[in-house]
């Protein structure tokens, strides 16, 4: 197990800093120096390749990190298996490209003509940085099957997020023109994939000979069905991630799409606590069921769900309420998502305020209701935005949103209710949104100054001081308690 710690505890840390990374890329500097247009059209291509990436795949990265075990034998290069990991995605990836070239007259239709246009000279490249992005999918399956993880973890967390970076402030500085950008963002998100296969070489893992006994460890009709369970399933997370994007281009226009997705990724800063606990809680979840403790799994259930609005909620109102002061790091038109970002601080911060319901469920003997569930909110997700988009513009997509999420986890929460008799909710979350409440007015109320960065640090000063006193004096978060009462006697003493 030493190798699973190592590794775990260097994902942690790539994670950690890849996020605060993507943040920077993704809110601040690609929002600097790109128009509206351009960072919504670069969005919009990466998630048209995320997509097609997917399909083709037909769950065989899934597939992989599941069945590998069967297969693990060095001294038999794994008995052919990573051939067959590429095999049947290769052929997927011919189907869906040949569905992707006829279909062009139908995907450009959507879109106004300048941007149609613009798509449709870039139309060869998304299926490039499909190909790629699907290769390291795969690669990066076998390789979590190695324990080998860092690595692939470092180039998409690190490695990819400084690239970007680069190629932005190229293209901001004058180095680069637009369609340069463009080839050299698709450059830099295909070279990865090279970079991981020169790793498995390096490791001695790179082993490409096809043969007939990866076709006898498992039976494949068994294969192919986890792939299509995997496919329907990681295929309802992309829609959910990516549909709006696609729908918002193409009623109003890149340049909506570029200030929509910027509120999009300001509003995740919101759920890297969440993400953090979800980790811990996934392998704890799954050792309680194994031994039937329900006990220990609602105190458990009760104890996330406090801590996730606590955290949930200060970190909603420090976004919420410096949001001038982060959109003046920007192009003035990106300040038109400012309520597109409150809309879907609310959506995250009710999905963390649920708890880990979702968690309870795909680790549960009834884990099959996992997928309804992310097809359903796939479903709801288009739905909506289909009805709210056209009347109400990008604004429609980020109200699609939150109320998708916030149906889903009404249902996912009564179905834990229903089927375990498993609740998060006790008077505490009343205390602690009245906390967040009073803190929110105290910010609000405060002037603003000559300085939208001395605003910024007195409004976080007021949130911080009001929202943790409330919260000590009314013993909302038991588990703060020890803390207080040890650094009490400290400071006696």
């Known amino acids: 197990m030493g190798i699973v710690r190592r590794q775990g505890l260097r994902n942690t840390v790539i994670s950690y800093f890849g996020l605060g990374l993507g943040f920077v890329n993704t809110a601040l500097l690609m929002p600097r120096f790109l128009d509206p247009?351009?960072?919504?059209?670069?969005?919009?291509?990466?998630?048209?390749?995320t997509i097609y990436a997917q399909l083709a795949a037909v769950g065989f990265a899934s597939m992989g990190i599941r069945y590998f075990p069967f297969f693990r034998n060095r001294e038999a290069g794994h008995q052919g298996f990573l051939p067959l990991l590429l095999g049947l995605p290769m052929l997927g990836f011919a189907v869906v490209t040949a569905g992707y070239w006829l279909g062009r007259p139908l995907v450009l239709a959507p879109f106004?003509?300048?941007d149609a246009v613009l798509l449709n000279t870039y139309y060869g490249w998304g299926a490039v940085l499909a190909l790629f992005m699907l290769l390291y999918s795969l690669q990066d399956a076998y390789l979590k099957g190695l324990y080998q993880t860092a690595f692939s973890s470092f180039l998409q967390e690190v490695l990819l997020r400084v690239l970007v970076a680069g190629v932005t402030l190229a293209f901001g500085m004058g180095y680069l023109t637009f369609h340069q950008f463009v080839l050299g963002y698709i450059a830099v998100n295909s070279a990865l994939t090279l970079l991981l296969t020169a790793y498995l070489a390096y490791i001695g893992e790179?082993?490409?000979r096809p043969t007939r006994a990866a076709l006898q460890v498992r039976p494949v009709g068994e294969l192919l069905r986890f792939g299509a369970f995997a496919l329907l399933s990681n295929i309802s997370g992309t829609v959910i991630s990516s549909i709006d994007s696609w729908m918002v281009s193409s009623h109003s226009g890149f340049d909506a799409n570029g200030v929509y997705t910027t509120a999009?990724?300001?509003?995740?800063?919101?759920?890297i606590p969440f993400r953090s606990l979800y980790k811990i809680a996934f392998p704890l979840l799954a050792d309680y069921w194994k031994q039937q403790d329900m006990a220990r799994m609602a105190d458990f259930y009760r104890r996330t769900t406090r801590l996730n609005t606590v955290l949930g909620c200060y970190l909603a109102l420090g976004i919420g309420l410096n949001l001038d002061f982060i959109y003046s790091l920007m192009k003035p038109e990106y300040a038109a998502g400012t309520t597109i970002v409150w809309i879907l601080l609310a959506g995250r911060l009710l999905d963390g305020i649920t708890g880990v319901n979702g968690l309870i469920v795909v680790t549960s003997p009834r884990y099959r209701f996992d997928l309804v569930f992310n097809v359903a909110l796939a479903l709801g997700t288009v739905g909506l935005n289909l009805l709210l988009i056209p009347p109400l513009g990008m604004v429609g997509a980020a109200w699609a949103a939150l109320l998708a999420l916030t149906s889903i986890n009404v249902?996912?929460?009564?179905?834990?209710?229903?089927?375990?008799?498993?609740?998060?909710?006790?008077y505490r979350i009343l205390l602690i949104l009245g906390a967040a409440a009073a803190a929110a007015l105290a910010g609000w109320l405060l002037p603003p100054v000559h300085s939208l960065f001395v605003t910024m640090l007195l409004r976080s000063a007021v949130l911080t001081l009001v929202y943790a006193?409330?919260?000590l004096l009314t013993r909302a978060v038991p588990e703060a308690q020890p803390i207080i009462q040890k650094l009490t006697r400290r400071l006696r003493h």
């Open 206 to 208: 790179l082993h490409l």
């Open 264 to 271: 999009f990724f300001i509003s995740t800063a919101l759920t």
């Open 112 to 114: 106004e003509p300048a």
């Open 469 to 471: 006193a409330v919260v």
């Open 411 to 426: 249902a996912r929460t009564w179905f834990v209710w229903h089927a375990y008799r498993l609740q998060p909710f006790d």
């Open 37 to 49: 247009a351009q960072v919504g059209f670069t969005r919009l291509l990466l998630s048209v390749a």
